[in-house]
Protein backbone atom coordinates (compact mmCIF):
# COMPACT_ATOMS: atom_id res chain seq x y z
CA UNK A 1 0.00 0.00 0.00
CA UNK A 2 1.00 3.60 -0.43
CA UNK A 3 1.54 6.36 2.44
CA UNK A 4 -1.62 7.48 0.91
CA UNK A 5 -3.46 4.49 1.04
CA UNK A 6 -2.69 3.95 4.19
CA UNK A 7 -3.77 7.44 4.97
CA UNK A 8 -7.48 6.79 3.91
CA UNK A 9 -7.21 3.58 5.76
CA UNK A 10 -6.71 5.10 8.94
CA UNK A 11 -8.93 7.88 8.36
CA UNK A 12 -12.11 6.02 7.05
CA UNK A 13 -14.90 5.51 9.46
CA UNK A 14 -14.50 2.04 11.92
CA UNK A 15 -17.41 0.92 14.07
CA UNK A 16 -16.22 2.62 17.51
CA UNK A 17 -16.60 5.89 15.48
CA UNK A 18 -20.27 5.29 15.38
CA UNK A 19 -22.24 6.31 18.30
CA UNK A 20 -26.06 5.66 19.05
CA UNK A 21 -28.30 8.33 17.00
CA UNK A 22 -31.90 7.20 17.44
CA UNK A 23 -34.05 4.26 18.75
CA UNK A 24 -37.08 2.35 17.41
CA UNK A 25 -39.50 1.84 20.04
CA UNK A 26 -42.48 -0.87 19.96
CA UNK A 27 -45.05 -2.01 22.79
CA UNK A 28 -42.98 0.33 24.95
CA UNK A 29 -40.03 -1.26 24.50
CA UNK A 30 -37.25 -0.11 22.15
CA UNK A 31 -36.68 -2.74 19.27
CA UNK A 32 -34.22 -1.17 17.54
CA UNK A 33 -31.15 1.41 17.64
CA UNK A 34 -29.87 3.28 14.96
CA UNK A 35 -25.87 4.39 15.37
CA UNK A 36 -24.36 6.62 13.43
CA UNK A 37 -22.17 10.21 13.07
CA UNK A 38 -24.07 13.13 13.08
CA UNK A 39 -22.32 16.60 13.41
CA UNK A 40 -23.61 20.47 12.82
CA UNK A 41 -21.64 23.11 11.47
CA UNK A 42 -21.52 26.79 11.83
CA UNK A 43 -21.61 29.81 9.08
CA UNK A 44 -17.69 30.01 9.54
CA UNK A 45 -16.96 26.05 9.23
CA UNK A 46 -16.41 25.15 12.92
CA UNK A 47 -18.72 22.34 14.29
CA UNK A 48 -21.36 23.06 16.97
CA UNK A 49 -22.15 19.60 18.11
CA UNK A 50 -20.93 16.48 16.84
CA UNK A 51 -21.67 12.63 17.75
CA UNK A 52 -19.77 10.00 17.55
CA UNK A 53 -16.34 10.90 15.02
CA UNK A 54 -16.89 13.75 12.14
CA UNK A 55 -13.19 13.22 11.12
CA UNK A 56 -13.98 10.17 9.62
CA UNK A 57 -14.24 9.70 5.91
CA UNK A 58 -16.81 8.56 4.42
CA UNK A 59 -18.82 8.21 0.84
CA UNK A 60 -21.17 11.04 0.97
CA UNK A 61 -22.92 9.39 -2.14
CA UNK A 62 -25.71 11.68 -3.46
CA UNK A 63 -25.92 13.98 -0.87
CA UNK A 64 -23.42 16.02 -2.31
CA UNK A 65 -25.35 16.40 -5.99
CA UNK A 66 -26.33 20.72 -5.27
CA UNK A 67 -22.35 20.48 -5.52
CA UNK A 68 -21.76 18.74 -8.83
CA UNK A 69 -24.64 20.93 -10.11
CA UNK A 70 -22.79 23.92 -8.95
CA UNK A 71 -19.56 22.59 -10.85
CA UNK A 72 -21.87 22.37 -13.82
CA UNK A 73 -22.80 25.98 -13.49
CA UNK A 74 -19.25 26.79 -13.79
CA UNK A 75 -18.40 25.61 -16.58
CA UNK A 76 -21.17 27.33 -18.30
CA UNK A 77 -24.68 25.15 -18.64
CA UNK A 78 -27.36 27.61 -18.62
CA UNK A 79 -30.24 25.77 -16.74
CA UNK A 80 -32.98 27.43 -14.99
CA UNK A 81 -35.85 26.31 -12.54
CA UNK A 82 -36.98 23.09 -12.08
CA UNK A 83 -34.38 21.74 -15.17
CA UNK A 84 -31.47 22.87 -13.29
CA UNK A 85 -32.84 21.66 -10.03
CA UNK A 86 -33.28 17.87 -11.50
CA UNK A 87 -29.57 18.10 -12.07
CA UNK A 88 -29.36 17.80 -8.41
CA UNK A 89 -31.94 14.97 -8.21
CA UNK A 90 -32.01 11.40 -6.98
CA UNK A 91 -35.58 11.64 -8.79
CA UNK A 92 -38.50 9.08 -8.59
CA UNK A 93 -38.68 8.57 -12.59
CA UNK A 94 -42.57 10.14 -13.03
CA UNK A 95 -43.21 11.37 -15.98
CA UNK A 96 -42.81 14.71 -15.09
CA UNK A 97 -39.36 13.82 -14.03
CA UNK A 98 -38.56 12.58 -17.04
CA UNK A 99 -39.59 15.28 -19.23
CA UNK A 100 -37.49 17.39 -17.72
CA UNK A 101 -34.26 15.24 -18.31
CA UNK A 102 -35.73 14.50 -21.84
CA UNK A 103 -35.87 18.44 -22.46
CA UNK A 104 -32.18 19.02 -20.83
CA UNK A 105 -30.57 16.36 -23.78
CA UNK A 106 -32.90 17.73 -26.54
CA UNK A 107 -31.87 21.17 -25.86
CA UNK A 108 -27.84 19.94 -25.98
CA UNK A 109 -28.96 17.95 -28.88
CA UNK A 110 -28.19 14.85 -27.06
CA UNK A 111 -30.24 11.73 -27.24
CA UNK A 112 -31.40 9.52 -24.50
CA UNK A 113 -28.79 6.92 -25.54
CA UNK A 114 -25.99 9.35 -24.56
CA UNK A 115 -26.95 8.68 -20.64
CA UNK A 116 -24.21 5.96 -19.33
CA UNK A 117 -26.11 5.71 -15.98
CA UNK A 118 -27.71 2.17 -15.72
CA UNK A 119 -31.52 2.54 -16.84
CA UNK A 120 -30.91 4.98 -18.70
CA UNK A 121 -33.12 7.79 -18.53
CA UNK A 122 -35.36 5.94 -15.68
CA UNK A 123 -32.07 5.85 -13.42
CA UNK A 124 -32.56 8.24 -10.47
CA UNK A 125 -29.53 9.76 -11.62
CA UNK A 126 -30.27 10.86 -14.87
CA UNK A 127 -30.67 14.69 -14.37
CA UNK A 128 -27.09 14.67 -13.11
CA UNK A 129 -25.50 12.62 -15.80
CA UNK A 130 -28.13 15.10 -18.55
CA UNK A 131 -26.18 17.70 -16.79
CA UNK A 132 -22.49 16.55 -16.83
CA UNK A 133 -23.29 15.67 -20.86
CA UNK A 134 -25.01 18.98 -21.63
CA UNK A 135 -21.35 20.61 -20.02
CA UNK A 136 -19.42 18.48 -22.28
CA UNK A 137 -21.43 19.52 -25.35
CA UNK A 138 -20.51 23.15 -24.45
CA UNK A 139 -17.56 23.07 -24.04
CA UNK A 140 -16.56 20.57 -26.39
CA UNK A 141 -15.14 17.85 -24.40
CA UNK A 142 -15.22 14.10 -25.30
CA UNK A 143 -19.07 13.11 -24.11
CA UNK A 144 -18.19 9.01 -24.23
CA UNK A 145 -15.78 10.30 -22.00
CA UNK A 146 -18.15 12.52 -19.40
CA UNK A 147 -18.07 9.65 -16.32
CA UNK A 148 -13.69 9.23 -16.45
CA UNK A 149 -12.25 11.20 -13.33
CA UNK A 150 -10.02 12.55 -15.92
CA UNK A 151 -12.59 14.54 -17.85
CA UNK A 152 -12.25 18.19 -17.39
CA UNK A 153 -16.17 18.01 -15.75
CA UNK A 154 -15.16 15.16 -13.18
CA UNK A 155 -11.99 17.23 -12.21
CA UNK A 156 -14.12 20.61 -11.69
CA UNK A 157 -16.28 18.37 -9.22
CA UNK A 158 -13.15 17.68 -7.80
CA UNK A 159 -12.50 21.35 -7.49
CA UNK A 160 -15.58 22.34 -6.13
CA UNK A 161 -16.15 19.84 -3.35
CA UNK A 162 -12.26 20.32 -1.89
CA UNK A 163 -12.80 24.32 -2.02
CA UNK A 164 -16.28 24.18 -0.07
CA UNK A 165 -15.36 21.26 2.42
CA UNK A 166 -11.98 23.02 2.46
CA UNK A 167 -10.63 19.31 2.25
CA UNK A 168 -8.34 17.54 -0.25
CA UNK A 169 -9.71 14.54 -1.92
CA UNK A 170 -7.67 11.27 -0.93
CA UNK A 171 -9.64 9.06 -2.44
CA UNK A 172 -12.28 7.98 -5.03
CA UNK A 173 -14.29 5.26 -6.10
CA UNK A 174 -17.18 4.98 -8.49
CA UNK A 175 -20.98 5.59 -7.25
CA UNK A 176 -24.09 3.38 -8.05
CA UNK A 177 -24.69 5.36 -11.01
CA UNK A 178 -21.34 5.20 -13.07
CA UNK A 179 -19.95 8.77 -12.12
CA UNK A 180 -16.98 9.19 -10.06
CA UNK A 181 -17.55 9.11 -6.01
CA UNK A 182 -14.99 11.04 -3.39
CA UNK A 183 -14.66 10.42 0.07
CA UNK A 184 -14.75 13.11 2.71
CA UNK A 185 -15.02 13.30 6.40
CA UNK A 186 -18.64 14.03 7.93
CA UNK A 187 -17.27 17.11 9.35
CA UNK A 188 -16.15 18.56 5.62
CA UNK A 189 -19.66 17.54 4.22
CA UNK A 190 -21.57 19.25 6.68
CA UNK A 191 -19.06 22.56 6.04
CA UNK A 192 -19.64 22.43 2.21
CA UNK A 193 -23.36 22.24 2.47
CA UNK A 194 -23.31 25.31 4.96
CA UNK A 195 -21.10 27.12 2.93
CA UNK A 196 -22.70 26.02 -0.25
CA UNK A 197 -26.25 28.05 1.24
CA UNK A 198 -24.26 30.97 2.37
CA UNK A 199 -22.34 31.22 -0.90
CA UNK A 200 -24.63 30.21 -3.71
CA UNK A 201 -27.98 31.77 -2.78
CA UNK A 202 -29.52 31.37 -6.23
CA UNK A 203 -29.21 28.05 -6.66
CA UNK A 204 -30.29 27.26 -3.21
CA UNK A 205 -33.41 29.44 -4.23
CA UNK A 206 -33.69 27.37 -6.79
CA UNK A 207 -33.46 23.71 -4.97
CA UNK A 208 -35.91 25.03 -2.28
CA UNK A 209 -38.63 26.09 -4.90
CA UNK A 210 -38.11 22.84 -6.70
CA UNK A 211 -38.23 20.16 -4.21
CA UNK A 212 -40.38 17.69 -5.75
CA UNK A 213 -38.37 17.87 -8.68
CA UNK A 214 -35.55 17.15 -6.21
CA UNK A 215 -36.91 13.64 -4.65
CA UNK A 216 -40.81 13.99 -5.31
CA UNK A 217 -44.00 15.09 -3.12
CA UNK A 218 -43.96 14.07 0.35
CA UNK A 219 -40.18 12.57 0.37
CA UNK A 220 -38.15 13.82 3.39
CA UNK A 221 -35.43 15.62 1.26
CA UNK A 222 -38.63 17.32 -0.41
CA UNK A 223 -40.72 18.03 2.88
CA UNK A 224 -37.84 20.26 4.49
CA UNK A 225 -37.06 21.73 0.92
CA UNK A 226 -40.04 23.30 0.73
CA UNK A 227 -39.89 24.28 4.54
CA UNK A 228 -36.76 26.55 3.39
CA UNK A 229 -33.75 24.43 4.28
CA UNK A 230 -31.29 22.77 1.45
CA UNK A 231 -31.60 18.67 1.98
CA UNK A 232 -30.12 15.71 0.30
CA UNK A 233 -30.46 12.09 1.10
CA UNK A 234 -27.38 10.07 -0.52
CA UNK A 235 -27.27 5.82 -0.32
CA UNK A 236 -26.32 3.77 2.29
CA UNK A 237 -27.66 6.14 5.13
CA UNK A 238 -26.54 9.65 4.28
CA UNK A 239 -28.17 12.61 4.66
CA UNK A 240 -27.79 16.59 4.36
CA UNK A 241 -29.54 19.51 5.74
CA UNK A 242 -28.48 22.97 5.78
CA UNK A 243 -29.58 26.71 6.25
CA UNK A 244 -29.84 29.64 4.14
CA UNK A 245 -27.48 31.53 7.15
CA UNK A 246 -24.82 28.91 6.57
CA UNK A 247 -25.14 26.02 9.32
CA UNK A 248 -24.65 22.58 7.89
CA UNK A 249 -26.06 19.47 8.95
CA UNK A 250 -24.29 15.82 7.94
CA UNK A 251 -25.39 12.56 8.94
CA UNK A 252 -24.27 8.90 8.09
CA UNK A 253 -26.06 5.76 9.65
CA UNK A 254 -24.08 2.82 10.22
CA UNK A 255 -26.55 0.11 9.02
CA UNK A 256 -27.63 2.14 6.00
CA UNK A 257 -31.05 3.15 6.62
CA UNK A 258 -32.06 6.27 5.97
CA UNK A 259 -35.18 6.05 8.15
CA UNK A 260 -33.82 8.05 11.50
CA UNK A 261 -32.05 10.17 10.01
CA UNK A 262 -34.55 13.26 9.19
CA UNK A 263 -35.25 13.14 12.65
CA UNK A 264 -31.65 13.59 13.89
CA UNK A 265 -31.11 16.25 11.95
CA UNK A 266 -34.32 18.50 12.66
CA UNK A 267 -33.36 17.64 15.97
CA UNK A 268 -30.01 19.17 15.79
CA UNK A 269 -31.21 22.37 14.54
CA UNK A 270 -33.94 22.41 17.42
CA UNK A 271 -31.35 22.03 19.91
CA UNK A 272 -29.37 24.53 18.99
CA UNK A 273 -32.19 27.11 18.29
CA UNK A 274 -32.06 27.53 14.62
CA UNK A 275 -35.25 26.22 14.82
CA UNK A 276 -38.47 27.31 16.42
CA UNK A 277 -41.04 24.55 18.59
CA UNK A 278 -43.41 25.10 15.99
CA UNK A 279 -41.59 24.13 13.25
CA UNK A 280 -39.83 21.28 14.83
CA UNK A 281 -43.42 19.78 15.74
CA UNK A 282 -44.67 20.63 12.50
CA UNK A 283 -41.61 18.85 10.78
CA UNK A 284 -41.65 16.14 13.25
CA UNK A 285 -45.04 15.41 12.61
CA UNK A 286 -44.25 15.17 8.68
CA UNK A 287 -41.29 13.36 9.08
CA UNK A 288 -41.53 10.70 11.38
CA UNK A 289 -42.13 7.22 10.20
CA UNK A 290 -44.64 5.26 11.97
CA UNK A 291 -43.83 2.61 13.72
CA UNK A 292 -47.07 0.08 12.76
CA UNK A 293 -49.07 -3.55 14.02
CA UNK A 294 -51.78 -4.40 13.14
CA UNK A 295 -52.25 -1.20 11.24
CA UNK A 296 -52.04 0.83 14.08
CA UNK A 297 -49.34 2.77 15.51
CA UNK A 298 -47.54 0.94 18.29
CA UNK A 299 -44.50 2.45 18.80
CA UNK A 300 -41.98 5.66 17.25
CA UNK A 301 -38.88 6.20 16.21
CA UNK A 302 -37.00 8.51 18.26
CA UNK A 303 -33.68 10.94 18.09
CA UNK A 304 -31.62 10.70 20.92
Known amino acids: MTELDLTVAAMAAKTKDFVELAEVTRGHLTE ?7 VLTGPDGKIIAERGNA ?27 AE ?22 AKAGL ?29 GWNKADYLSIDNPM ?3 VIEVLEEFSGEKILHSTVDGCGA ?26 I ?30 GVFVVATRQGHGIAIKIADGSLRAAPLIAIKLLHDHQLITDKQY ?6 LAVPVLGGGKVQGEIIAI
Request: glycine share 8%; proline share 3%; net charge neutral.
Open 32 to 38: SWHRGIA
Open 55 to 81: KRLIYPRSAIKPLQTLAMLRSGMKLEG
Open 84 to 105: LAITSASHRGTDAHLALVRSIL
Open 111 to 139: EESDLQCPEGISYNCSGKHAGFLTCEVIN
Open 154 to 156: QKL
Open 180 to 205: PLHSMTVEGVARAMGKFCLEEQELFN
Open 207 to 236: LIANGWVVSNHGVPDAILLDAGFLAKNGAE
Open 281 to 286: SELHEK
